[in-house]
């Protein structure tokens, strides 16, 4: 049986001067660069590139509601919560997706992706 695959990939852009984010962005297009190569000429594989990453995607996308919701997993103290709220509903990417990536990383993303999987429903 041949079915359609989707590889999907974030470039980890650069969105700021750190070296860590530069490093991020090269190793991201190498892995964009690489995936592109596997898939040419593969009628029944094809890579999709988002534009951040899973994490930052899914919050820019009217879904900050559901991570709002794993704060209280994450944290025991009021002001931790609320601060954090306060960054991940802000009108600014910069902001919102900072403080997501720095949720992620601090619980670990598959542990994050898990908590965050817990608050997703139908209308999400």
């Known amino acids: 049986m041949r079915r359609l695959y989707k590889l999907p ?5 650069d ?3 750190q070296k860590k984010s530069r ?3 090269e190793a991201g297009e190498q892995r964009k660069a690489k995936l592109k190569s596997f898939c040419d000429g593969n009628d029944y594989v094809n890579a999709f590139f988002a534009d951040h990453t899973f994490e930052v995607d899914f919050l820019w996308n009217d879904n900050s509601h559901e991570i709002v919701n794993t704060l209280k997993g994450i944290y025991s103290r009021e002001a931790d919560i609320t601060r954090s709220t306060e960054r991940l509903e ?3 990417l ?3 997706g900072k403080e997501v990536l ?3 990383e601090k619980v670990g993303k598959g ?3 898990l908590m965050i999987a817990e608050n997703v429903f139908s209308n999400t």
């Open 90 to 92: 802000s009108d600014d």
């Open 9 to 13: 990939e974030d470039p980890d852009k």
């Open 94 to 96: 910069a902001v919102a």
């Open 102 to 104: 720095r949720l992620a």
């Open 23 to 25: 490093n991020s962005q």
């Open 15 to 17: 969105d700021d001067d």
């Open 111 to 113: 542990w994050f992706a």
